[in-house]
């Protein structure tokens, strides 16, 4: 998505923006929402798991056409070991559960981030969910392993010098501009997730950890979104 080079001037122009196009989510406070209840933290990761399936269906009945999921980042190889490997274990899970299903709702799934670091097993499923649902006409997209800053130092390295700004974007970006971004987990901040791609982003903070998110919340984001007026700094 190119910003555009007019400010919006009518309702008309207004009502173009009123669903986003791209969503991403940052799927946070799986840990708080366990700890809170006096479960163990892997359980607040399998609820969390559960729900993130849940929207499926949504993005399939919705007019959005990208979904970006902040799963696993790469800053998160620094928790305990335990932790990681389980979290490791579940996106495995994920993967294979998604599969039939973004097939039965005609879902694209790209897996974007680091590869090497991964499981060889978790690896092989990656592949095979990309291959099997490549003709998909929605768009679902799972960060695992990713870093916003080290994907924007990869594509410096692949441009020269006098590249200008949508140069640079086609190099870093695989995916339109982020037009709404949720963070769930009661925080505000980005945590290094598409930094360039959120930059006209607009940023929405529900006061809810990550596996009370159901489909209503999201309708709830929707509907916050559809009362923003989007003028790209003009």
Request: with cysteine; charged share 30%.
């Amino acid at each position: 998505m190119e910003v555009p080079n007019q400010p919006f001037e009518t309702s008309s122009d207004f009502a173009i923006q009123s669903t986003p196009k791209h969503v991403a989510i940052i799927m946070d406070g799986n840990r708080r929402w366990a700890r809170e209840r006096g479960l163990p933290t892997l359980v607040g990761h399998r609820r969390g798991l559960n729900r993130l399936l849940d929207l499926v269906p949504v993005l399939r009945s919705s007019n959005i056409e990208v979904l970006t999921l902040f799963g696993f980042a790469s800053a998160n190889w620094r928790r305990d070991a335990s932790e990681v490997a389980y979290l490791m274990k579940l996106a495995d899970e994920a993967v294979r559960r998604f599969t039939p299903l973004c097939l039965k709702e005609r879902v694209r799934v790209e897996v974007v981030g680091r590869k090497d670091r991964l499981p060889a097993r978790l690896v092989e499923c990656i592949e095979h969910v990309q291959h099997v649902t490549r003709d998909g006409d929605r768009h679902l997209r799972l960060a695992v392993d990713y870093s916003s800053r080290e994907a924007i130092v990869e594509a410096a390295r692949q441009v020269g010098s006098t590249c200008d700004a949508q140069e640079f974007s086609r190099t870093l970006a695989t995916a339109d501009n982020v037009d709404l971004l949720i963070r769930t987990g009661k925080e505000q901040r980005l945590s290094d997730f598409l930094l360039w791609e959120c930059a006209f982003a607009e940023l929405y903070f529900p006061d809810l950890y990550w596996p009370d998110f159901d489909a209503d919340a999201l309708q709830t984001a929707l509907a916050w979104y559809q009362q923003r007026n989007r003028r790209f700094g003009v």
